[in-house]
């Protein structure tokens, strides 16, 4: 099980959507950055993609759209027992970042949470 201190301030990872794989959680979210890898996004399934990119706003599906070529894949564990992956544009100064805090637990916020 993963435990908390209250009160430490946490790195934070920012979305711009609540994403439809983001289910009924409630945020900000504490979990643990389990992994942190580059990738292409030509080595992602469409179906994955799919599942990574959704949200609601207004009542509509929409898709954020990934760039071509090398990206960053975070996976997440939230309580212990469910994974939250993401994709994020790849740039070397944040790949760096991520992956310092790959073992630790950080705070997911949403910065609309009004989709």
Do not use: W
Request: hydrophobic share 35%; proline share 4%; net charge positive.
């Amino acid at each position: 099980m993963i435990g908390f201190v209250a009160d430490e301030k946490l790195p934070q990872v920012r979305f711009s959507h609540k994403y439809m794989k983001f289910g009924v959680y409630e945020f900000p979210l504490r979990c643990r950055l389990l992994l942190v890898l580059r990738i292409n996004k030509n080595e992602l399934s469409q179906t994955f993609i799919d599942y990574d990119t959704k949200y609601l706003i207004n009542g509509e599906y929409k898709h954020y759209p990934l760039p071509e070529g090398n990206l960053i894949l975070l996976l997440f564990a939230v309580g212990g027992s469910k994974l939250i992956p993401t994709v994020r544009r790849f740039y070397q100064r944040k790949f760096d970042y991520y992956k310092k805090l790959e073992g630790k637990t950080v705070e997911l916020v949403v910065e609309n949470e009004q989709d």
